[in-house]
């Protein structure tokens, strides 16, 4: 199986192109930089060079010719403004989106944040303008790919991320309440929904938890 990953210098993703080079699937990542490149062919993924709030769609559907499945994991990142959230988080994730249809690509896995829903509402009172426009840029996003029937997408929205290693176990569905999740662990789950077809058109939340991923990601898919 042929990943291509948007975002793929991302602390989740190099997680994910390193599981799937060892289960010996095919991963290929996006980066805008290009001394990135060895840090991807560490991890056991092929290099893709493509800014994705610059290129056309027939750019990036090149990039996608030949996979089963795309995961977009790019996001603008702490320390950048509001603009970049529109432009990364939201825009550059229908752009993705649409070319994988363009490339004839179906699976379509967009990881997403905890509460991004909420981000499409009006904000409570004090809340950090660049934090809100981020929830809303993350939920218009989620809406645009759940909106299309052209590809088999799942939204997954983990909870807060840290850098503790994985334990392989896990809370996943369609609300689970607010807590942590490692970064190792979302990319199991990742890699896990890649293989799990009955996962497609759905929306899940992700926590740290007490059941082994495989079993929990089996657990939501529609058979």
């Known amino acids: 199986m042929r990943t291509v990953i948007a975002g793929g210098h991302g602390q989740i993703a190099l997680r994910l192109e390193r599981l799937l080079a060892e289960r010996g699937d095919e991963a290929a990542g996006i980066i805008r930089k290009p001394e990135q490149a060895d840090d991807l062919r560490a991890a056991g993924a092929e290099p893709l060079v493509c800014d994705l709030e610059s290129a056309s769609v027939q750019e990036v559907a090149a990039h996608l010719e030949g996979a089963d499945a795309v995961v977009f994991a790019a996001g603008a990142g702490p320390g950048s403004g509001a603009e970049r959230k529109e432009t990364v988080d939201r825009a550059a994730a229908v752009l993705f989106a649409d070319a994988a249809r363009e490339a004839g690509v179906r699976r379509y896995i967009i990881v997403s944040s905890m509460g991004a829903d909420a981000g499409l509402t009006e904000p409570p009172p004090g809340t950090d303008p660049v934090f809100a426009a981020y929830q809303r840029a993350k939920g218009a996003a989620d809406d645009a790919v759940r909106a299309r029937d052209d590809l088999d997408w799942t939204v997954l929205r983990p909870g807060r991320l840290t850098n503790d290693p994985g334990t392989g176990r896990v809370r996943l569905g369609e609300r689970t ?31 740290g938890g007490e059941t082994p991923v495989d079993e929990a990601v089996g657990a939501v898919a529609l058979r």
Do not use: K, S, Y
Not at 179 to 191: K, M, P
């Open 177 to 207: 309440g607010r807590a942590d999740v490692t970064r190792d662990d979302v990319a199991a789950v990742l890699g896990a929904l890649l293989h799990a077809p009955g996962t497609a058109g759905l929306t899940l939340e992700l926590i």
